[in-house]
């Protein structure tokens, strides 16, 4: 209960800041622009689970982030709550990779569990994105058993960062950067979740400077797939796992196609 009451003014609060800064439409932030904001501090807000089919949502969770970031690493806690005060904190890691937060939960420090129940494992490609003097972190959160990796039904999540103020003069600085929607890559991963081989495809609409890279969801760097210069067309890599480098667990296939960044989560199931 005490854990709730605090939950709740947290949240309050962040209202209250929301509503002071108007409402503005969020805009997007491109790699550049989040490479000047600090992710450091406490988030809040809530996660949507999707039914079975995931044609709609069963159960809506408080949801929140306490995380620190040194460099483009990121590691922290993560805390769900259900509406009976049921809860998990769990240990989270991720990084940055060009616009987005790419996350995973790895170990569940307490809890206290729904009957017949589990708490599923978290993960997800976040976007940041920016509305007045807010910053939020938004999207698909898929969700894995703790063993195994084999898929729960997944969710949405929606979070916004308590205190903001040490982002204020990174904001100001964002705006004097070119805005422009962030960059777009048809980039494909299948099949996903996989066990020990899968494909990585993507499409070059011009000749580039082309790195293909596996890291970890600590930020370790798996494996380098390709580096080189190539013409435009479609192009498909393969990456076959093994059990002595990672086990099971997330990957982040990062692509760097000249200066642009790209990037997709790929699970590997045990």
Not at 6 to 21: M, R
Not at 110 to 132: H, M
Not at 160 to 170: E, G, H, I, T, Y
């Amino acid at each position: 209960m005490k854990r709730l009451s605090i939950t709740l003014i947290t949240l309050l609060l962040v209202a209250v800041n929301i509503i002071s800064a108007q409402e503005t439409s969020p805009v997007t932030l491109n790699a550049q622009q989040v490479a000047k904001l600090d992710l450091s501090g406490k988030w809040v807000g809530k996660r949507k689970q999707y039914s079975e089919d995931k044609k709609s949502f069963i159960e809506i969770f408080q949801y929140e982030f306490d995380l620190k970031q040194e460099g483009n690493i990121i590691t922290g806690t993560s805390t769900i709550i259900n509406s009976h005060g049921e809860y998990a904190d769990m240990k989270l890691e991720g990084m940055i990779v060009g616009n987005k937060f790419h996350f995973a939960e790895k170990e569940v420090k307490s809890a206290v569990r729904p009957d017949g129940k589990i708490w599923c494992f978290k993960s997800g490609e976040l976007n940041l994105t920016k509305s007045g003097d807010n910053l939020k972190l938004t999207g698909p959160t898929p969700s894995y058993m703790e063993m195994y990796n084999l898929p729960c039904s997944g969710g949405e999540t929606d979070l916004v960062k308590v205190d903001n103020s040490n982002n204020l003069s990174a904001f100001i600085s964002v705006s004097e950067v070119s805005s422009g929607a962030p960059a777009t890559m048809d980039l494909n991963v299948f099949p996903n979740p996989f066990a020990e081989k899968a494909t990585i495809g993507y499409n070059l609409v011009k000749d580039a400077k082309v790195k293909v890279e596996i890291y970890d969801i600590s930020g370790k760097l798996v494996t380098r797939l390709f580096e080189g210069n190539e013409k435009a067309g479609n192009y498909s890599l393969s990456y076959t796992a093994k059990k002595s480098e990672i086990g099971s667990g997330i990957l982040i296939v990062k692509l760097t196609v000249n200066d642009e960044i790209f990037s997709r989560q790929l699970v590997q199931m045990m």
